[in-house]
């Protein structure tokens, strides 16, 4: 079976205990910035089979054409991001690819034997991520985003000029 891969993943995510922690351990031991913070981004969605409004702080960074995603969940909501207590669950994620069709994306990996495991949205942004159970800790996120080609080909400039000042960009 031959699968054509459109895009090349453009996204590694991982969940923090603390953003601005976190943001400083990149740039001091992986030289990855400058970063670009959103603060109180809400994701609506269905988790588990139940609806959940998750909320959190997140940073983009990039080490060449890789961005990489840092969450801090800041609700208890149940979620992808958090144990059954709604403790965040620290370090590596998510691998994650931009979609301009969510819906076929979806059904996509469905044929693929993935099963959905988070589908949500945000302000311009939908994303979904699928899994399969019987490979855990292994996530798969599409995102569906009407500027995220751009954004990413902005941080990715900003990253290759960077001369290591300023490296926390709040927006919003």
């Known amino acids: 079976m031959s699968l054509e891969v459109p895009e090349p993943a453009v996204q590694m995510g991982y969940v923090v205990a603390d953003l601005d ?3 400083e351990h990149w740039v001091t031991h992986a030289g990855v910035g400058p970063w ?4 109180g981004v809400s994701l609506t969605g269905r988790y588990a089979g139940q609806d959940t409004v998750v909320s959190m702080d997140v940073a983009m960074g ?4 890789l961005q990489i995603e840092l969450m801090q969940i800041t609700s208890s909501t149940p979620s992808p991001y958090t144990d059954a ?20 994306a979806l059904a996509a990996a469905r044929d693929r034997g993935l099963e959905e495991l988070f589908v949500a949205e945000g302000p311009g942004t939908r994303v979904a991520y699928v899994h399969a159970p019987s490979q855990p800790g292994v996530v798969f996120e599409y995102i569906q985003s009407a500027g995220m080609r751009e954004l990413i080909a902005y ?10 000042t300023n490296p926390v960009r709040p927006v919003g």
């Open 85 to 104: 207590a709604g403790n965040p669950l620290a370090g590596p994620h998510h691998i994650a690819w931009i979609t301009d069709d969510l819906d076929s």
């Open 62 to 65: 990039y080490t060449g054409d």
């Open 21 to 23: 922690a976190a943001i």
């Open 155 to 164: 941080g990715i400039e900003q990253s290759r000029s960077w001369d290591g």
């Open 36 to 39: 670009t913070v959103f603060r």
